[in-house]
C-alpha cells in the first residue's frame, strides 16, 4: 500500500512563491517506476489537472493555466516530487494533491490515477 504525504502550501500574496513536496512510502513501493502527477480543487469547482513527470523525470506535462509558472520535478532517492509555483494568482487557490499512475505519458484525466494524498492548502490573496 502506498501514501503520498503533501506539504508546502500556504498563503502567499499574488505574484509570490512556493514550493509543495509531495512524499511517497511503502514498504513495495517502487517510486521511480511511477509517473507522478499534481492537482488541484478549488470550492465548488472540479479537480482539475495541474502537472505530471514520469517515473524518469524525462517527460513532463502542464496545464495550460500554469505552463511557464509551474515546474514539476522529483528526487527519486527521497521518493519526492516537488511542485515549484512562481507568479502565483489569486485563481491558483485550491487544494493541491499528489497522486500517482501505471500511465507513462497520462493525458491528465483524474481517473488515471490513484493513491491520492490528503492535499495542502495553497491561497494565494490579491
Known amino acids: 500500500q502506498v501514501q503520498l504525504v503533501e506539504s508546502g502550501g500556504g498563503l502567499v500574496q499574488a505574484g509570490g512563491s512556493l514550493r509543495l513536496s509531495c512524499t511517497a512510502s511503502g514498504r513495495t513501493f517502487t517510486f521511480n517506476t511511477y509517473t507522478m502527477g499534481w492537482f488541484r480543487q478549488a470550492p465548488g469547482k472540479e479537480r482539475e489537472f495541474v502537472a505530471a513527470?514520469?517515473?524518469?523525470?524525462?517527460?513532463?506535462n502542464y496545464a495550460d493555466s500554469v505552463k511557464g509558472r509551474f515546474s514539476i520535478s522529483r528526487e527519486n532517492a527521497k521518493n519526492t516530487v516537488y511542485l515549484q509555483m512562481n507568479s502565483l494568482k489569486p485563481e491558483d487557490t485550491a487544494l493541491y494533491s499528489c497522486a500517482k499512475t501505471i500511465w507513462t505519458r497520462p493525458t491528465g484525466r483524474s481517473g488515471e490515477f490513484d493513491s491520492w494524498g490528503q492535499g495542502t492548502q495553497v491561497t494565494v490573496s490579491s
Open positions: 513527470i514520469s517515473g524518469s523525470g524525462t517527460w513532463k
